[in-house]
């Protein structure tokens, strides 16, 4: 066969282990064609030659907002997408989202599709977020849409007046999707904690940033999580709680999968580097802790950051995403719309985090790659179970994304070899849209030297491309529309009977 591609001389990484030296990955059309030694070259044969680094499957981050109505001075795609590829993100499956007067998701749909259509330099899909679930939407429109559209996940929110649906409505929900074999992804939080913190915060004109931190605490995401858990269970349906912050609240999922229930776990960068002494004002700004909050908030103390990676070792946790949710710090209609008549006030401070492009060069920095073996927190396998391979398998993106195998997208990422890569994370190096990053002047190990999408180099970190921002060398709107197919359970299994009743009881009440 003539590959287009070969890459040659890295050290393959999977979910599964790290292959020896010598392999070398021959793409053809886009697609992995083989692993294997000595592959033969063409005339028209490109070669890459990773010069003995680590070679990883191109990242899938499944938890990202782009172009969202509440963040205008956020991401759209093409800047989102651009700051993906270069962190070695190659999939991204970014939030639809339904307001609570949209009485049908089509209109929603087209609405995204219109706002990446011809923007993507990374391959996206969508999730809806469910604001309205009518029983019109749950049994004639998800139906369709996960057949026709491939979109088969949906995000739901237990918090926020504008989004949060009661608990009756998540059980209906989880019916429809559990149906459907859909997974449903979880914001849990307690409303009703929060409002009352909120309002007695407020009275006592505690409003700054560092509040926030102060409005959601632990107990409101350890109360959420129970209780959707205890829904899930109810419904019998998987589930996967977004972005997780807390310890006890990671053993109520960790119990759940003791007891084999399908709930999956999600957390993300920003819960295992940085804590909520960040939302404190700094000598030069008062209000600089905005560019901090997000929800649920940092948390107090680094105990807080030693469970969640505890729970990424011992596999509590599914996905590691990066909640990309980002608007930018100067805009009078981004993180300043928390400056009111010149008083901060942390509850109008638009949530979220920019993180897409560092997400992958902040979890590689703590494998064996780039420390000593009894430093590493994870394994690079782990590393890539929780960055790629698990986020594709768990929506519907199996033996397609996510995994360095014949027959998959020649999706990778190339890192630099022994120390070359290392970097401190600035702003002014980062391709996102915003004008900040949470991680400013924190040190990764390794940075993508290459990232390869569907057999093509997107991003050439020593490629100096003018007005395109360093290292990208794709093409906005080579990024396609992923249509998706049924999730996999990777935690428990469906079935169950909850605890206390008995067998076809919910039979009854079905
Ligand atoms: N939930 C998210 O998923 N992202 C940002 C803020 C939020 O509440
Ligand atoms: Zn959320
Ligand atoms: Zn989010």
Redesign the pocket.
């Known amino acids: 066969m003539d590959f287009d591609l070969i890459i040659s001389n890295g050290i393959l990484v999977t979910a599964s282990e790290v292959l020896p030296a010598g392999l070398q990955i021959g793409i053809k059309d886009g697609i992995i064609a083989c692993i294997g030694k000595d592959l033969p070259v063409s005339s028209t044969t490109k070669i890459i030659d990773c010069e003995g680094a680590y070679v990883t499957p191109g990242g899938v981050d499944s938890?990202v907002?782009l172009a969202q109505k509440n963040s205008p001075t956020g991401d759209g795609w093409e800047t989102g997408s651009r700051s993906a590829i270069a962190g070695g993100t190659t999939t991204i499956l970014a939030?639809a989202s339904q307001s609570r007067d949209d009485a049908s998701l089509y209109p929603v749909l087209e609405d995204y599709h219109r706002k990446s259509r011809g923007q993507s330099y990374c391959d996206y899909g969508f999730h809806f977020i469910l604001t309205n679930p009518t029983d019109a939407i749950l049994q004639t429109e998800l139906p369709a849409l996960a057949a026709d559209h491939g979109i088969t996940s949906v995000?739901l929110?237990m918090?926020?007046d504008a989004m949060k649906l009661s608990d009756r409505n998540i059980l209906s929900v989880l019916l429809a999707t559990r149906a459907l074999g859909m997974t449903t992804m979880i914001?849990a939080?307690s409303h009703d904690m929060i409002a009352h913190i909120i309002a007695g915060l407020e009275r006592n004109s505690h409003t700054a940033p560092h509040f926030h931190a102060l409005a959601r605490p632990r107990i409101a995401e350890d109360e959420a999580s129970y209780r959707a858990i205890a829904l899930a269970e109810l419904a019998d349906a998987p589930v996967l709680i977004?972005?997780m912050s807390s310890e006890v609240a990671m053993s109520h999922v960790r119990d759940a999968q003791t007891r084999l229930l399908p709930i999956h776990a999600e957390t993300c960068p920003h819960y295992l580097f940085l804590l909520s002494a960040a939302l404190r004002p700094s000598p030069e700004d008062p209000f600089s802790g905005a560019k901090h909050v997000?929800?649920?908030p940092l948390r107090h103390h680094p105990s807080d950051l030693t469970a969640l990676w505890r729970g990424l070792q011992n596999g509590t946790f599914t996905v590691l995403s990066s909640?990309h949710?980002p608007s930018s710090y100067a805009s009078p209609l981004g993180k300043q719309l928390g400056m009111v008549d010149g008083i901060p006030r942390f509850s109008a401070i638009p949530?979220?985090?920019p993180g897409l492009e560092t997400r992958l060069p902040l979890l590689f920095s703590q494998t064996p790659a780039c420390l000593p073996p009894e430093q590493a927190k994870l394994s690079l396998p782990r590393f890539v179970e929780l960055t790629a391979s698990a986020p594709a398998a768990l929506y519907g993106l199996a033996g397609r994304k996510g995994s360095l195998a014949p027959g998959a997208d020649a999706d990778l990422v190339v890192w630099f070899p022994g120390a070359r890569g290392r970097r401190v994370v600035r702003q002014a190096g980062l391709h996102h849209g915003v004008d900040y990053t949470p991680f400013e002047g924190v040190g990764v190990g390794n940075w993508p030297r290459w990232t390869v999408l569907r057999g093509r180099v997107v991003w050439d970190a020593d490629a100096d491309v003018e007005g395109e921002g360093g290292g990208v060398v794709g093409e906005k709107g080579f990024g396609e529309y992923l249509k998706r197919g049924r999730g996999r359970v990777l935690v428990g299994r469906t079935g169950g009977v909850p605890r206390g009743m008995e067998v076809g009881e919910r039979e009854f009440w079905l």
Request: proline share 5%; net charge negative; aromatic share 16%.
């Open positions: 938890h907002h939030f995000k929110y918090t926020y914001h939080e977004v972005h997000c929800s649920p909640d949710a949530n979220g985090l």
